[in-house]
């Protein structure tokens, strides 16, 4: 076009309209519409970089020549509500979307079709009878959608699917008389429609299946013995329906099984004893039937099990001590709402990793065992409606414990409020409790590239301070400035790095680039932009972490923060401009190595382990860095530390335990992360 000269404003451009927009107090011009239907324009519509234009409401690039896929990161315009490509030659995926109107009849001519997903979106009526009718069919994905109607009636014969995923719909139909023989069939997902029938008899020849779930359905019959050939079986789902009959110990022979739930159904039986066979099981869930008899010893041989539900049946006799076998039960152990009795085995003492256990609503008798106390992940613990009694376990995640976790029972008391106390504490805990808070060990070891130095400090007194106000990070278009008598503004920071330009960068960290930014009076700060990336939640949640934390504390060696903007497009963040760099660059550097001697360097790991000791001791609650490197730790000229780099912090809950993800950088994590 004519008008599309370099250096004028776009905002003239023949096709482009502009808007002006408000960003953390600056009001720039930006590009909202791009309209040109029919101006001949050719090439790939990946070559505009859509990730520059983040504020486009409107694309009309209809009856053009672009050819080639629309790039990915269309979806990263989340302002767009028009966008129109027709007659061009544009191939490939349309990006994830809310589509409806679907004309299902229009698909079933479709004879060389092979794959077909349509999931998350709005699409209604049945799906096309003739779907099939090329039989080249291999995927017919259409999760979470709002078809009714029955399975398409090609699909009998359709022999070359691999994956069938229908779930979430509004499907309905005799599933045993619908579904055919499926050789090639891997994944078969028909959870939360309306299907009746049996399981379909004809899944047995599905020998490659590796994930079959039926559940949220109303299927009747038995559960059939020929899902017992299915051997790649690793998730079998078959809750929510009406299934009758036994367990059949036939499938205890699924040697890759990792997920089986079949609860609230209305099974009934034992549980099978083979059950011990399943040795890579992580879930089990059988809660919710009408399952009877002993809980079988050899449970405790599926040493891999997770997470164990077996509540809201009708099992007798006593809980097998072989349950504390179970070294990997994390998640939950709930046996709640059956008849057990007799007296709680000791060795259940042995699941410290456990999180959650449900006793409840049995007829458990004696007292609580000792051993209960060294389950130090459980953070809830509900033996109420037995017949216990005696004192309650004393560990530090059940001190807030609600007494209707323990009550009623026949005689339970402790320190937990609405309990009674007992005439005698358990002696060795609580001697315990004394001496850890009142001597906190801290061992800091510095990686010195030439040599280790450990610092051990010991606190006597610690006080703890509560935090400021708090900033909520979900706020959407959030800026704050402090500590520079209001002097230091958006608009000054902008213009000294010429709107983030690269000479003014000086370093890349994990997720954004640090630039210096000289403002008008001089002052020096650092400036921390967040990249843009499609994949980019992760890095926004570690943004948010570093300036919720870094707002809230204050500390002599921690880098201050002086501010941050946080807008939908725009996040960056505003520190103290700290001169000489890394201890890490500084340690690389000889003449600044041998400059940094011992005394320089006791002081420093000294200051580091203060800030530590600050973050854990006296932030209530308390903050855990979880990556203190050489790299993270930024000295001045005279070598001086600060703490930096909050991205991957951690508040700590008080009142859960606080199983996370690792993260930090191999070789720093704090040895409590493991
Ligand atoms: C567009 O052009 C007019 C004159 O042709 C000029 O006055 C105006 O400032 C320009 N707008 C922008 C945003 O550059
Ligand atoms: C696209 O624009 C973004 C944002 O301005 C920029 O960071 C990126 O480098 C650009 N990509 C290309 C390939 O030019
Ligand atoms: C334990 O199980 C009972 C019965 O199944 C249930 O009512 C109760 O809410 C459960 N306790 C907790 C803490 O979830």
Same mark, same amino acid.
């Given at each position: 076009m004519s008008s599309w000269q370099e250096n004028t404003s776009p905002c003239n451009w023949t096709g482009i309209m502009c808007t002006v927009v408000h960003i953390c107090r600056r009001m720039p011009w930006v590009v909202t519409n791009i309209s040109l239907p029919g101006a001949g324009i050719r090439g790939q519509l990946g070559e505009l970089n859509f990730s520059a234009l983040p504020f486009l409401a409107y694309i009309d690039l209809s009856n053009n020549s672009l050819h080639g896929p629309i790039p990915a990161?269309?979806?990263?315009?989340?302002?767009?509500?028009y966008l129109n490509l027709y007659l061009n030659y544009i191939k490939g995926q349309i990006p994830c979307n809310k589509l409806?109107?679907?004309? %299902?009849?229009?698909?079933?001519?479709?004879?060389?079709?092979v794959q077909l997903v349509l999931s998350y979106n709005s699409f209604s009526g %049945?799906?096309?009878?003739?779907?099939?009718s090329g039989g080249r069919l291999q995927y017919l994905i259409v999760t979470s959608n709002i078809l009714n109607g029955s399975i398409p009636r090609s699909l009998k014969t359709c022999t070359s699917l691999v994956q069938l995923q229908l779930q979430e719909n509004q499907l309905t139909g005799d599933i045993s008389q619908h579904l055919g023989v499926y050789p090639q069939l891997i994944k078969m997902i028909l959870a939360s429609n309306r299907f009746f029938g049996?399981? %379909?008899?004809?899944?047995?020849?599905?020998?490659?299946?590796t994930v079959l779930h039926l559940a949220q359905n109303m299927i009747t019959s038995s559960i059939l013995t020929i899902l017992s050939k299915l051997s790649n079986l690793v998730e079998l789902k078959l809750d929510y329906n009406y299934l009758s009959g036994e367990v059949p110990p036939e499938i205890c022979s699924l040697a890759n099984l990792y997920k089986l739930t079949l609860s609230s159904n209305q099974l009934s039986g034992s549980i099978p004893t083979l059950i011990g066979n399943l040795s890579n099981l992580g879930y089990l869930d059988i809660s919710g039937n009408r399952l009877s008899g002993l809980i079988p010893e050899e449970l405790g041989g599926c040493t891999k099990l997770q997470s164990l539900k077996i509540n809201n049946n009708s099992f007798s006799g006593s809980l097998p001590g072989a349950i504390g076998n179970l070294a990997g039960l994390q998640i939950m152990l709930d046996v709640s709402n059956n008849n057990l009795s007799g007296v709680l085995p000791q060795q259940l003492g042995k699941l410290q990793m456990l999180e959650f256990l449900n006793l409840s609503h049995n007829q458990f008798n004696g007292?609580?065992?000792?051993?209960?106390?060294?389950?130090?992940?459980?953070?809830t613990l509900d033996v109420s409606y037995n017949d216990l009694e005696g004192p309650v376990p004393t560990t530090r995640l059940l001190?807030?414990?609600?007494?209707s976790c323990f009550l009623p029972n026949k005689g339970l008391c402790g320190s937990i409020s609405g309990l009674p106390p007992c005439y005698s504490i358990p002696v060795a805990a609580h001697q315990k409790g004394k001496i850890l808070g009142l001597l906190l060990p801290i061992v800091l070891v510095v990686g010195f590239g030439v040599v280790d130095v450990t610092v051990v400090i010991i606190i006597l007194t610690h006080k703890r301070r509560k935090p400021q106000e708090s900033v909520t990070a979900e706020a959407r278009d959030l800026f704050s400035i402090w500590n520079f008598d209001g002097r230091l503004a958006f608009d000054d920071i902008v213009r000294a790095i010429e709107d983030f330009d690269d000479k003014y960068i000086i370093g890349t960290g994990g997720y954004g680039k640090v630039y210096k930014a000289q403002l008008q009076d001089g002052q020096l700060v650092a400036v921390k932009k967040l990249h843009q990336t499609e994949e980019g939640l992760d890095d926004e949640r570690r943004f948010h972490s570093e300036m919720e934390i870094l707002s809230h504390i204050r500390q002599r060696s921690i880098v201050k923060m002086y501010g941050f903007c946080s807008h939908p497009v725009y996040k960056f963040l505003v520190y103290e401009y700290i001169k000489q760099g890394s201890l890490h660059g500084t340690l690389e550097n000889d003449e600044l190595a041998k400059e940094l001697d011992w005394q320089k360097r006791i002081t420093l790991a000294t200051d580091v382990a203060q800030a530590i000791s600050y973050l854990h001791h006296e932030c209530s609650p308390p903050i855990i860095h979880r990556d203190v490197t050489s790299n993270n730790i930024l000295l001045d000229t005279s070598f001086k530390a600060f703490v930096s780099d909050f991205g991957t912090a951690r508040v700590l809950k008080p009142d859960s335990s606080n199983w996370s993800a690792l993260a930090g950088t191999y070789g720093y994590i704090a040895p409590g992360m493991y």
């Open positions: 990161n269309i979806s990263s315009l989340s302002l767009l509500s409806s109107g679907f004309r %299902p009849q229009e698909f079933g001519d479709l004879i060389n079709l %049945p799906l096309p009878a003739n779907i099939c049996q399981i %379909p008899p004809n899944l047995g020849a599905s020998t490659k299946l007292s609580i065992p000792s051993s209960f106390a060294s389950m130090v992940s459980i953070s001190q807030n414990a609600s007494a």
